[in-house]
């Protein structure tokens, strides 16, 4: 292990690869020496990742799936376990925005999908690789929020903040659980970023006035080192690294 690359050996996984921030933390975390098993709905995203990570000299697993599906999340675990036996990174960031609707017309199926993108899959997640992030020496695990949650609300962004918040309230629970083990688990909420899930909540907002992703993904990569001692905490982008 360098400085350089103070990942190398450690095998991650990172959800949401395809594109915006999930695609540059897993770039990232390529770039510094840990093989990357990227899963995303869109099969081209993932495969201009690989492209990106292999020009870097980096390895990739691309795995297409949809973090909804009924058992693609505990397959990818067997697949996992026999493969490495173990999982030292794991980065919960797909998630989807559903409406800006008042709460009162948001339909069954949007509520649906919201959850089970955004708590159900990582709650299953959760349950999928305890115990191969208890089998690392130090295992990280780091999941997107947002500050449209727990942490505050706003008119219309109901199905989104709802699920935030409960994302929120399963990792800090899940991260008392975990004391005593070598595992941390924290949440990073990255602000306004340039994606396309900020452009279509905010249209009328300038893209090119806010952050790229690739901006952020260090403070990604801090809360996954070895060194990290945090746990059971949602920690801004901006005060991460």
Not at 183 to 205: C, F, H, S, Y
Not at 223 to 240: Q, V, Y
């Amino acid at each position: 292990m360098t400085q350089t690359r103070p990942f190398e050996g450690r095998v991650a996984l990172v959800t949401g690869a395809s594109r915006g921030i999930g695609f540059s933390v897993a770039l990232a975390l390529a770039g510094a020496g840990a093989h990357v098993i990227a899963t995303a709905r869109t099969q081209s995203g993932l495969e201009d990742l690989d492209d990106a990570i292999r020009k870097q000299g980096g390895s990739a697993t691309l795995v297409p799936m949809d973090m909804a599906s009924p058992d693609g999340i505990e397959k990818l675990a067997e697949a996992i376990e026999q493969r490495w036996g173990k999982l030292d990174i794991l980065v919960v960031n797909a998630g989807v925005l559903g409406m800006l609707t008042p709460a009162a017309q948001i339909p069954a199926k949007v509520w649906n999908e919201v959850l089970a993108v955004n708590l159900l899959a990582p709650a299953r997640l959760i349950r999928a690789f305890e115990a191969l992030l208890k089998a690392s020496d130090a295992g990280r695990a780091v999941f997107t929020t947002s500050g449209i949650g727990s942490q505050r609300s706003r008119a219309y962004w109901a199905a989104y903040g709802a699920s935030k918040a409960g994302l929120d309230a399963l990792v800090k629970s899940w991260a008392m659980e975990l004391s005593g083990s070598s595992v941390r688990a924290n949440l990073i909420d990255p602000g306004r970023v340039r994606t396309r899930m900020r452009a279509k909540a905010v249209p009328g907002e300038d893209p090119q006035s806010l952050p790229h992703p690739d901006d952020i993904a260090p403070a990604f990569l801090a809360l996954c080192s070895l060194d990290e001692t945090r746990t059971g905490e949602i920690i801004n982008a901006s005060a991460a690294s």
